[in-house]
């Protein structure tokens, strides 16, 4: 089963993982976590390249979990219609926005709250809220305990992806008794977020980091769309359209001189191999019709699990 989940969302998937285990295994000796986590950018842990290390930390099992089998769920899908090439940019895109995005509302926050006024050098004890009640600590130390860690802000991207490819699919959301089509799933979500980022600003959760990984990835696939040739991206049934007029393609281009040189007998295919070969050919293109023409009817998620199988391994002899 691990084998057939596409080659970016699977190396993620183990990424994470691995991270995850490595920052229980080595806390007593390393935080990972504190050392990997996205700083404000004013203080002095800050390092460009946590931008990018923030996006495979987790604070806890809960929280890796559930990352991960959004990202499994929504990931596979659209890595398979976009490829992994566009998928892995859109997915790194959005998690740096997503980053990009918590820190500005971090410096929005500080500003507001005279802090970065004091400067990170100042040793003035600044109040905060802790677990263990309000507590006295210099500036300094404040802005070093502001990190933000989580694949969060990318799986909300691969949210609005699903959403915007798919918009008119059908998925259950517990606790709701019934379907909804991904459009309205994605609306519901990023309004949850909003309101969480005004009402629950003390909650631990960085609502708006993933909000703007919302928001970078529906900028990147707007731009994708104005811009067709930058990336080729398209919407889901362009997807499986040119990947039909790619069969198609196939299916008119001439023989390999390996299949057509067999005027020397003993040597390479003969005619009845050619024959043979040209059939099992058109089966399986009207195959690959049949399901095309499936999606185009019904959606993705109609699909079996054999077609779906037998979709990605087409895509991949393209």
Same mark, same amino acid.
Request: proline letters at 4%; glycine letters at 8%; charged letters at 20%.
């Given at each position: 089963?691990?084998?057939?989940?596409?080659?970016?969302?699977?190396?993620?998937?183990?990424?994470?993982?691995?991270?995850?285990?490595?920052?229980?295994?080595?806390?007593?000796?390393?935080?990972?976590?504190?050392?990997?986590?996205?700083?404000?950018?004013?203080?002095?842990?800050?390092?460009?390249?946590?931008?990018?290390?923030?996006?495979?930390?987790?604070?806890?099992?809960?929280?890796?979990?559930?990352?991960?089998?959004?990202?499994?769920?929504?990931?596979?899908?659209?890595?398979?219609?976009?490829?992994?090439?566009?998928? $892995? *940019?859109?997915?790194?895109?959005?998690? %740096?926005? !997503?980053?990009?995005?918590?820190?500005?509302?971090?410096? +929005? =926050? #500080?500003?507001?709250?005279?802090?970065?006024?004091?400067?990170?050098?100042?040793?003035?004890?600044?109040?905060?809220?802790?677990?263990?009640?309000?507590?006295?600590?210099?500036?300094?130390?404040?802005?070093?305990?502001?990190?933000?860690?989580?694949?969060?802000?990318?799986?909300?991207?691969?949210?609005?992806?699903?959403?915007?490819?798919?918009?008119?699919?059908?998925? $259950? *959301?517990?606790?709701?008794?019934?379907? %909804?089509? !991904?459009?309205?799933?994605?609306?519901?979500?990023?309004? +949850? =977020? #909003?309101?969480?980022?005004?009402?629950?600003?003390?909650?631990?959760?960085?609502?708006?980091?993933?909000?703007?990984?919302?928001?970078?990835?529906?900028?990147?696939?707007?731009?994708?769309?104005?811009?067709?040739?930058?990336?080729?991206?398209?919407?889901?049934?362009?997807?499986?359209?040119?990947?039909?007029?790619?069969?198609?393609?196939?299916?008119?281009?001439?023989?390999?001189?390996?299949?057509?040189?067999?005027?020397?007998?003993?040597?390479?295919?003969?005619?009845?191999?050619?024959?043979?070969?040209?059939?099992?050919?058109?089966?399986?293109?009207?195959?690959?019709?049949?399901?095309?023409?499936?999606?185009?009817?019904?959606?993705?998620?109609?699909?079996?699990?054999?077609?779906?199988?037998?979709?990605?391994?087409?895509?991949?002899?393209?």
């Amino acid at each position: 089963m691990f084998r057939n989940i596409p080659t970016v969302t699977r190396n993620l998937l183990l990424i994470n993982v691995i991270v995850f285990l490595a920052a229980l295994v080595f806390k007593s000796q390393f935080d990972l976590n504190d050392w990997g986590s996205l700083h404000f950018f004013a203080a002095s842990d800050f390092r460009p390249w946590q931008f990018i290390t923030y996006m495979f930390l987790h604070g806890s099992f809960a929280h890796l979990f559930f990352n991960m089998f959004a990202l499994w769920m929504f990931g596979c899908v659209i890595e398979r219609v976009w490829g992994p090439q566009k998928y $892995f *940019i859109y997915y790194m895109v959005c998690g %740096i926005g !997503a980053g990009l995005c918590q820190e500005l509302v971090q410096y +929005i =926050e #500080l500003s507001s709250s005279g802090v970065l006024a004091l400067g990170p050098d100042d040793l003035t004890p600044f109040l905060v809220e802790t677990n263990m009640g309000k507590m006295a600590v210099p500036v300094g130390v404040y802005l070093n305990w502001l990190g933000t860690i989580g694949a969060s802000g990318a799986i909300y991207g691969i949210l609005l992806a699903f959403g915007m490819t798919f918009p008119n699919e059908r998925i $259950f *959301i517990f606790p709701l008794p019934v379907p %909804i089509k !991904a459009k309205w799933f994605v609306c519901i979500y990023a309004a +949850i =977020e #909003l309101f969480s980022a005004y009402t629950s600003s003390g909650d631990g959760v960085a609502h708006v980091a993933h909000l703007g990984g919302m928001l970078f990835g529906l900028l990147l696939i707007l731009y994708w769309r104005r811009h067709p040739g930058s990336l080729n991206l398209g919407s889901g049934r362009q997807y499986f359209e040119n990947m039909k007029r790619s069969f198609e393609a196939r299916r008119q281009q001439p023989k390999s001189t390996a299949q057509t040189d067999t005027h020397q007998p003993g040597y390479g295919p003969t005619r009845q191999d050619d024959m043979e070969y040209n059939r099992q050919k058109r089966e399986r293109q009207a195959e690959v019709d049949a399901i095309l023409d499936k999606i185009r009817k019904s959606g993705y998620d109609s699909l079996t699990k054999e077609e779906k199988q037998r979709l990605f391994e087409a895509s991949r002899e393209r």
